[in-house]
T-cell receptor, first 110, second 114 residues
Framework: KNQVEQSPQSLIILEGKNCTLQ??????????LRWYKQDTGRGPVSLTI?????NTKSNGRYTATLDADTKQSSLHITASQLSDSASYIC?????????FGAGTILRVKS | NAGVTQTPKFRILKIGQSMTLQCTQD?????MYWYRQDPGMGLKLIYY???????DKGEVPNGYNVSRSTTEDFPLRLELAAPSQTSVYFC?????????????FGPGTRLTVL
């Protein structure tokens, strides 16, 4: 069964610190991988979309990396801000199907 | 552009009641989707539409119905509500196929069935 596993489930960091969220997937064949940010009580908002040929993609302080050989992706957040507190969801595309991870809940404390 | 809008934001239903969740997008997107999000789980696709008049089942369609009479609107109908339908429902849209194009999500409707 195609799956997307995210770790950790939740994370608390101090404002200004960096953090890295992990996504492992077994989806095959693979078209692209996305990271979404979901604020509490809101819908997901796209951060990055990477095809299998891309190794890294940045969106401001967010940098996503992809290793298609090991089927792993990470989302690195630099110099975290209180507004980064949210759930971060990894989504893998299998053709025209999307497989959603359960998300990592990030809390940034002052 | 308002993007994707959903109404209502919250609703409590009694078992056996029916309701329609409304979804409208103003981006002229061909594709529209309904997802449900349960605690600790990834989003699951309920129904989707590739254009006006065309709808198809997703992963978890039982207990739901949809229609797509216009490009802008994609309502989701719950008939005979059950506690298992307690969830947060998200409508989304994309210009092209969801496997290739970015999806834009609405703010969600939190539904409780008691």
């Amino acid at each position: 069964k195609n799956q997307v596993e995210q770790s950790p489930q939740s994370l608390i960091i101090l404002e200004g610190k960096n953090c890295t969220l992990q996504c492992n997937y077994t989806v095959s064949p693979f078209s692209n991988l996305r990271w979404y940010k979901q604020d509490t009580g809101r819908g997901p908002v796209s951060l990055t979309i990477m095809t299998f040929s891309e190794n890294t993609k940045s969106n401001g302080r967010y940098t996503a990396t992809l290793d298609a050989d090991t089927k792993q992706s990470s989302l690195h957040i630099t110099a975290s801000q209180l507004s980064d507190s949210a759930s971060y969801i990894c989504v893998v595309s299998e053709g025209n199907k999307l497989v959603f991870g359960a998300g990592t809940i990030l809390r940034v404390k002052s | 552009n308002a993007g994707v809008t959903q109404t209502p934001k919250f609703r409590i239903l009694k078992i056996g009641q029916s309701m329609t969740l409304q979804c409208t997008q103003d981006m002229n997107h061909n594709y529209m989707y309904w997802y449900r999000q349960d605690p600790g789980m990834g989003l699951k696709l309920i129904y989707y539409s590739v254009g006006a008049g065309i709808t198809d089942k997703g992963e978890v369609p039982n207990g739901y119905n949809v229609s797509r009479s216009t490009t802008e609107d994609f309502p989701l109908r719950l008939e005979l509500a059950a506690p298992s339908q307690t969830s947060v429902y998200f409508c989304a849209s994309s210009y092209g196929d969801r496997g290739l194009d970015e999806q834009f999500f609405g703010p969600g409707t939190r539904l409780t069935v008691l």
